[in-house]
């Protein structure tokens, strides 16, 4: 059974950082596309970024150049850095496992709230 669990998620000033972790248990981690996405109130879910098994990187345009996705394949963990950030990247932020074969999994969400 797949198991994603987040943590990291949290309160932060306009401009600050957080560092969002997820790790997975369950499936061959290092085969899996790792993804990112969140959900803001009376919003759809979008993707902000995801990292293929082979290291090819993606972006949404509103988070390039602050926020940094990375993978740990020996810890089973997927890391977001997020740096400047703005009230607008408030959201519940969700982790994503993806496998060509075996569908796509998705952890409960931790809560990004950035206000002053």
């Known amino acids: 059974q797949v198991q994603l669990v987040e943590s990291g998620g949290g309160l932060v000033q306009p401009g600050g950082s957080l560092r969002l972790s997820c790790t997975a248990s369950g499936i061959i981690f290092s085969v899996y596309v790792m993804g990112w996405y969140r959900q803001a109130p009376g919003k759809q879910r979008e993707l902000v970024a995801a990292i293929t098994s082979g290291g090819t990187i993606n972006y949404a345009n509103s988070v390039k150049a602050r926020f940094t996705i990375s993978r740990d394949n020996s810890k089973n963990t997927v890391y977001l850095q997020m740096n400047s950030l703005k009230p607008e990247d408030t959201a519940v932020y969700y982790c994503?496992?993806?496998?060509?074969?075996?569908?796509?999994?998705w952890g409960q969400g931790t809560q990004v709230t950035v206000s002053s």
């Open positions: 994503n496992a993806q496998h060509y074969v075996r569908g796509s999994s």
